[in-house]
């Protein structure tokens, strides 16, 4: 499976972003696909995350504020983001694990202006 993640770019405080993560292969039997995030200097955290059946987890700093969601027929997972903030400034990735292996998409960055 190959991850393709897109929609970064450079916002203003308080503004919204939404990040797709196309996948190569049908999603449909993926179990969880995730967003992390790394900012300069920091290691990369969870942000979010989704199952096959829709459930959903987010971390505590973005909760309230981003959402994500599946769309198994175009095999992509989406992470919208709103209010967002500085600290929200990092390089985002999307992320499955199939068994014994784990895949990373190449990462998009988001930057927020203060």
């Known amino acids: 499976v190959q991850l393709q993640a897109s929609g970064g770019g450079l916002v203003q405080a308080g503004g919204s972003l939404r990040l797709s993560c196309a996948a190569s292969a049908g999603i449909r039997s993926i179990n969880n696909i995730a967003w992390y995030r790394q900012a300069p200097g920091k290691q990369r955290e969870l942000v979010a995350g989704?199952?096959?059946?829709?459930?959903?987890d987010y971390a505590d700093s973005v909760k309230g504020r981003f959402t994500i969601s599946r769309d198994n027929a175009k095999n992509t997972v989406y992470l919208q983001m709103n209010s967002l903030k500085p600290e929200d400034t990092a390089v985002y990735y999307c992320?499955?694990?199939?068994?014994?292996?784990?895949?990373w998409g190449q990462g998009t960055l988001v930057t927020v202006s203060s």
């Open positions: 989704i199952t096959s059946g829709g459930s959903t």
């Open positions: 992320n499955t694990v199939m068994g014994p292996y784990v895949y």
